[in-house]
């Protein structure tokens, strides 16, 4: 150490003797890139994986809102941390709660079968809720309800990062656009921006299987996700 302090000296002596003020050299540092709050767009999987995992952690044994009463459990979401197509309905129902995994009853295997039409498995997508804890008989999950719970998907969607979202019915859709006014019939099939993400609003799974002829409608909505997605790759 002593070695060091005399070479560092007799350079600061030298360069006095030259009738230099200060050193000749720069000394920017140069800081490693670090990711800023919850901007993780270029996070690895593993990075993401470990950032949902924390905010599993942070939800913990929800008792945020009324919904915690009287349900099973907490759905957080499933699949791929670094999914190019996220897909997001309103709120778990009785398989779900039961199960602990989104879209497994019968509207899930509705949905299970479009994205297998697209081409993916379910484990390439994302798929999680407005809501984490299903709504007593399956009702629609009330402002309150959303306000409290909403921020847990919003903070999934930056972690994963997709390159489009598909919002499955009118409470998705008006939850993630903000317009409490909009009909689904109206808008489903067209794109609005969500913090510059793609979203695509359609029916639920659970209207199809009340309405089957407009399973059409949600195919062509999906075939423009399917565009969109071959153009970004």
């Not at 006095?16 to 920017?28: D, M, Q």
């Not at 809102?65 to 309103?90: H, Q, Y």
């Not at 809501?131 to 994963?160: H, L, S, T, Y």
Request: with cysteine; net charge positive; charged share 30%.
């Amino acid at each position: 150490m002593a070695n060091i302090v005399e070479n560092i000296k007799d350079v600061l002596e030298f360069y006095h003797a030259l009738g230099f003020e200060s050193l000749p050299v720069n000394l920017t540092v140069k800081n490693k890139p670090v990711a800023m709050g919850r901007k993780v767009k270029d996070q690895t999987r593993s990075d993401k994986e470990d950032l949902l995992r924390k905010l599993r952690e942070e939800i913990g044994d929800c008792k945020r809102c009324k919904l915690s009463g009287k349900r099973t459990n907490i759905v957080f979401g499933e699949g791929s941390p670094d999914a190019k197509l996220m897909f997001i309905g309103e709120a778990p129902g009785r398989e779900e709660d039961i199960q602990a995994r989104p879209f497994v009853g019968d509207a899930g295997m509705v949905l299970t079968r479009l994205i297998e039409k697209m081409g993916f498995r379910r484990e390439d997508v994302y798929i999680a809720n407005i809501v984490k804890c299903r709504p007593p008989m399956n009702r629609d999950p009330e402002a309150d309800e959303m306000e409290e719970c909403k921020g847990f998907v919003e903070r999934q969607i930056e972690i994963i990062h997709p390159q489009v979202i598909m919002s499955l019915g009118r409470i998705s859709a008006m939850a993630l656009t903000g317009d409490a006014k909009l009909k689904i019939t109206a808008i489903r099939g067209k794109f609005f921006d969500y913090k510059g993400i793609l979203l695509i609003p359609t029916f639920h799974p659970a209207y199809l299987m009340r309405n089957p002829k407009d399973k059409w409608l949600t195919w062509s909505d999906a075939q423009k996700v399917l565009e969109i997605l071959r153009a970004k790759s």
